[in-house]
C-alpha cells in the first residue's frame, strides 16, 4: 500500500465515531497550519526534499506530510507524484499564491487564508478579487424561464406551448 493510500485509509475509511474524527482533524488542521505558517513565512525560499526530510524539517510524522501534499498538490506550479509516493521520493513545494489562496478559500480553510503571512506575499486587493472569485465560481445562475404564451426560442414563431414547449 502506498503511503497516499494509506494516508486516505486513517484520514477517511477508518471507523471513526464523531468524537475522534474531530480530535483527528483537529491535530491535523493544527499542524497543517503549521506547515503553512512556515512556508509562506519564507515565500522566495524553494522547499524541497524527500517526504521523510520534509516531515523532519517541519517536524511532523510522515503520514502527515503525505497528508499535506496530498492537500497542496492541486497548487503547485508542479505537482508531485503523490500516487506513487514513498518516504524518499523527492518532492517540491513550489506553489503558485494565487492558486494555492483560491483553492484554500474553495475549501473553506479560513485559519489558512487568514494568516497573516499573506499580507506579504498577496495585497488585500488580489486576495480580495480571488476570494471573490471563488465564492462566485460556485454560483449557479438560471436562465431566463420561457412563459407559456411567448415566442418559441427555436424561431418557428409559433407559441412556446405549442411548439417546443407542447411535451415539457
Known amino acids: 500500500m502506498s503511503l497516499l493510500e494509506t494516508w486516505r485509509e486513517l484520514a477517511y475509511n477508518t471507523e471513526m465515531n464523531q468524537k475522534q474524527a474531530g480530535t483527528f482533524w483537529g491535530t491535523y488542521f493544527n499542524l497543517e497550519k503549521g506547515i503553512y505558517e512556515k512556508i509562506l513565512s519564507n515565500p522566495n525560499e524553494p522547499v524541497k526534499g524527500t517526504v521523510k526530510a520534509l516531515a523532519e524539517k517541519f517536524e511532523v510524522e510522515p503520514l502527515i506530510m503525505v497528508g499535506f501534499l496530498d492537500g497542496i498538490n492541486d497548487s503547485l ?50 486576495r480580495k478579487q480571488l476570494y471573490k472569485k471563488q465564492k462566485l465560481s460556485g454560483t449557479v445562475v438560471k436562465g431566463k424561464k420561457i412563459g407559456r404564451n411567448e415566442p418559441c426560442p427555436c424561431g418557428s414563431g409559433k407559441k412556446y406551448k405549442n411548439c417546443c414547449g407542447k411535451n415539457a
Open 77 to 126: 506550479k508542479v505537482a508531485n507524484p503523490i500516487e506513487e509516493m514513498e518516504e524518499d521520493t523527492e518532492v517540491s513545494l513550489d506553489y503558485d499564491p494565487e492558486k494555492l489562496y483560491y483553492n484554500m478559500v474553495g475549501c473553506k480553510a479560513d485559519w489558512l487564508y487568514e494568516l497573516p503571512q499573506w499580507d506579504s506575499i498577496l495585497d488585500e486587493e488580489t
